[in-house]
């Protein structure tokens, strides 16, 4: 069973930068979308971004259009998370998930494999 693994995370001031990673262990791994979601403490696991594996098509949330990323690194089987212009309202734990089918990409719940998370703080 395939594991995705997240990095990168860290503490940023307001305006600056990271890159997430996201690592699947399979070589042989293809899910049908890539997506990356962010949760804080009480609140609901929130849609940052999300992209099509095998196709050119990417999805952001609103809140982070313009500002953020998502791309594939076919050599390294990973997908990452260009965060710019970051804001302290951008802070949570962030996620890569897998899904298999098409649907909503915005809904975290059909999503089948989730990395660990990893944390981004951004001071004001």
């Known amino acids: 069973q395939v594991r995705l693994v997240e990095s990168g995370g860290g503490l940023v001031q307001a305006g600056g930068s990271l890159r997430l990673s996201c690592a699947a262990s399979l070589s042989t791994f293809s899910p049908y979308v890539m997506g990356w979601f962010r949760q804080v403490p009480g609140k609901d696991r929130e849609f940052v971004a999300a992209?099509?594996?095998?196709?050119?098509?990417?999805y952001y949330a609103d809140s982070v259009k313009g500002r953020f990323a998502i791309s594939r690194d076919n050599a390294r089987n990973t997908v990452t998370l260009q965060m710019n212009s970051l804001k302290p309202e951008d802070t949570a734990v962030y996620y890569c998930a897998a899904r298999y089918y098409a649907g909503n990409y915005y809904n975290s719940n059909e999503y089948r494999t989730w990395g660990q998370g990893t944390q981004v703080t951004v001071s004001s």
């Open positions: 992209m099509h594996w095998g196709a050119p098509r990417t």
